[in-house]
């Protein structure tokens, strides 16, 4: 099984720290502009939601890629980018069903786990994103439905 971020949005407050920490590791600055992790946000609902690539089983991202520069590592489970490889033709962006890689001038970037000890889950203080197994992210889902069912029954 291979580690990947897992997000509860019911934790996230969107003070958007993971974007700062995640620019910061990986770019060397503070830009909410070069970080690989976005927070959604919709604040008349109160309601943020940290987008970070899915590390998929079959990543939809790398099938048009005309130059192979994503590849997904069978060991660590991790889709990586192979940046030397890259032409910059963006299809890697259009094609990603969860908007989770990001252009920085001209080319994409995409979550890489920061080797293994992603920035974003040490600096999010209210626990909203974690790192873990797949095992654990259906665990994690199934909770949230749970709880939202929970609510909406305690609610009549």
């Known amino acids: 099984m291979g580690q990947m971020l897992i997000v509860d949005p019911a934790r996230c407050t969107g003070c958007r720290s993971c974007e700062t920490a995640c620019s910061t590791f990986r770019e060397g600055e503070s830009s909410l502009y070069k970080c690989r992790v976005k ?56 094609a990603c069903p969860f908007g989770a890689i990001t252009l920085v001038d001209g080319y994409p970037i995409k979550c890489d786990l920061c080797d293994g000890e992603p920035a974003c889950t040490r600096l999010c203080e209210p626990g909203a994103i974690t790192l873990g197994d797949d095992e654990r992210m259906g665990q994690t889902q199934r909770l949230l439905l749970a709880g939202k069912v929970r609510e909406a029954y305690l609610a009549k």
């Open 39 to 94: 927070v959604v946000r919709f604040p008349e609902e109160l309601f943020f939601y940290p987008v970070v690539c899915q590390q998929c089983e079959t990543p939809l991202c790398a099938v048009p890629c005309p130059t192979n520069a994503l590849q997904k590592d069978n060991q660590t489970g991790l889709v990586e980018l192979i940046r030397d490889r890259c032409v910059g033709c963006k299809m890697c962006v259009t």
